[in-house]
């Protein structure tokens, strides 16, 4: 079946403005996880959406950073007001069930001028 | 202390060797643990997942679990050039928390 697809690949963005990220992931699975990666870095967790429950934001770095998802499956990250730091690959990530096994999305490079 | 550590490496292995990657944990009362590879430029692929102690073998890959030392380790048999990456190790932990390794880069010499 399909797997975690994510839009779009790259997006070039001026400081300041608004962005938005998309991820759909695999048909059927329950917990969605958004993380970001810098050049050269770890992964950093954002957040954490699992079936129905109210969302773990513990990871957001700032106010400026928002998620939803909808319906259970497809989720939108949005950076408000972007800043040259935000520049990194974000990536998403769905399992079945909570605590299962990640596939990862191919991710969106975010560069922020 | 961080909740996974890994050797970050460099780690190189000839081919055809046995590469040995590691991983610690802080919360015993962790259950799942799996071990990702991440090519330059890409994103993590799933290699195994592990949930019992003991080892638990996939091919080439081979993963240990020993939970009375929060151990967790990956062996790569005959290794080839194409392993080369870097690994990420990551557990699920009792606080419904997912952590990942910072990772242990992996280059196989032909």
């Known amino acids: 079946g399909a797997g975690v697809s994510q839009s779009p690949s790259n997006k070039v963005t001026e400081k300041g403005k608004d962005v938005e990220l998309r991820c759909d992931p695999i048909s059927g699975h329950t917990a969605l996880y958004w993380y970001r990666q810098s050049l050269g870095q770890g992964l950093e967790f954002l957040i954490y959406f699992q079936g129905n429950s109210a969302p773990d934001k513990s990871g957001l770095p700032s106010d400026r950073f928002s998620a939803e998802r909808t319906g259970g499956s497809v989720s939108t990250l949005t950076i408000q007001r972007t800043q040259q730091e935000d520049s990194a690959v974000y990536l998403c990530a769905s399992s079945r069930l909570a605590g299962g096994e990640q596939f990862f999305g191919p991710g969106t490079r975010l560069t922020v001028l | 202390q961080k909740e996974v550590e890994q050797n970050s490496g460099p780690l190189s292995v000839p081919e055809g060797a046995i590469a040995s990657l590691n991983c610690t944990y802080s919360?015993?009362?962790?259950?799942?643990f799996f071990w990702y590879r991440q090519y330059s430029g890409k994103s993590p692929e799933l290699i195994m997942s592990?949930?019992?102690?003991g080892d638990k073998e996939d091919g080439r890959f081979t993963a240990q679990l020993n939970k009375a030392s929060q151990y967790v380790s990956l062996l790569i048999r005959d290794s080839q050039p194409s392993d080369s990456a870097t690994y990420l190790c990551a557990v699920f932990d009792t606080g419904n928390q997912f952590y990942f390794g910072t990772g242990t880069s992996l280059t196989v010499i032909p």
């Open positions: 919360d015993r009362g962790s259950q799942s």
């Open positions: 592990i949930y019992s102690n």
